[in-house]
């Protein structure tokens, strides 16, 4: 929804004053307010002479109309409602009634508004409109038939266009109506915001730049500006881009003021969500998104579901979003329908010919196969995109994981060390995938330093086990010895010993084979005298009588 600017009366040369007042005072007429776009002046004449009881022909359409422009919607419609009760007003007062309506979010009534004016391209583009609104395709072909080749009516159809993420056809609309019409300069903006849609916030800067260069004040552009911002560097360039336009704001622009407060708390990574955005959800459409972000970011996963569950996706980012919290939530939940869910969200959105070479359309596709555990595939997409991820510590994340998963441990144990979260590097995932690293990649030490670094939990007797099996299986006895030793210790389970025993024995016969120094033999005795299982004092006889007989001191 485009917001009409505010700008201050331009002054020019003096006009007649009216006989009726007093010498030497002089009335600009409404005419020049209009054509400067200066619609607060023209309230406050319109207004005077309403207070005064002056009744020109047509003052309290006019009234409507520029609180129309003001984006002050509610008293328009009161205004219109006002004249549609009177006998014999003018065929304007519903198509008027109708904007006004269709603006504050009343389809409903602005449908009704509309059918009863007369039929004008206007009332056809209006109808249009809400048909997209109703999700009516019979009736959007209709209403798009009887749209003709004229500016209003193709400028029409590029924001249908731009509604249903058909971003690269809406330019091309708005690039031939520049060609023939230089002067337009506002269209600029739209090409701008068309290509901040497509992710090419450079091109959309530049475009944007065409206008903030005849108009600096102008609210939607300058917000569009800090949002490029946003994108190509970070929240603290973007916030002071929308520094102007805050100082600029007045009590005339409540939608911008709410725009403002939504943009500044994502600029902000989030600071004051709970405060600025559940009032605005379902005013300013992405609302709902990042409040959804916002309860991830927190790991309240079941509260963003709540939020998205009834939602409708539209548009790509909605069945990304809404993809997510399923995977979330079926991770969080050991839910395979939710995880299902997720995968078919993911599919459609990097499967689309509109998605399918974009970056986030290639990280859907990932996720999808990653859902599936097809890791090979995985890699295929996130390779594809890596470059431009490399200090993201969630990509990285993912993306040693597949790299783990696919075997090619040397260069996941990389990523994986490249990541500087530290909510990250404490969960577990990170953890137990980094220590099998670790032992694939021949350096069991660090692994065990892993563990030690732990508090004593479910999570570390997981990764004990994990150390114990994987440094057997990689024939890294000594510390396999320790893992389960701590194992036996915190739960006798006769399994923990034989794996302990086979262990212990497994470090002599690397003694024995010269791989392993014969001094570990000392460390080997007090393992197995932890255990009080009658085969340890025959192992420790036999390990003893080879240490006196090859001069090892035990």
Known sequence: MMLSRVKPAVGGEPVQGDKKK??????????????????????????????????EEELDLWIAYCAFHLGDYKRAMEEYSSLSLKEGSHPDVWVGLSCTCFFLGMYKESEEAALKAPKSRLQNRLLFHLAHKFNDEKKLMNFHQNLQDVTEDQLSLASIHYMRSHYQEAIDIYKRILLDNREFLALNVYVSLCYYKLDYYDVSQEVLAVYLQHVPDSTIALNLKACNHFRLYNGKAAEAELKTLIDIASTSFDFAKELIQHNLVVFRGGEGALQVLPPLIDVIPEARLNLVIYYLRQDDVQEAYNLIKDMEPSTPQEYILKGVVNAALGQEMGSRDHLKIAQQFFQLVGGSASECDTIPGRQCMASCFFLLKQFEDVLIYLNSVKSYFYNDDMFNFNYAQAKAAVGNYKEAEEVFLLIQSEKIRSDYTYLSWLCRCYIMNKKPRQAWELYLKMETSAESFSLLQLIANECYKMGQFYYSAKAFDVLERLDPNPEFWEGKRGACVGIFQMILAGKEPRETLREVLPLLRNTGNPQVEYIIRILKKWGKENRVAV
């Open 22 to 55: 007093k010498k030497g005072k002089k009335i600009p007429k409404l005419e020049e307010y209009v054509s400067q776009r200066d619609y607060m002046g023209a309230m406050t004449l319109l207004e005077f002479k309403r207070s005064v009881g002056e009744r």
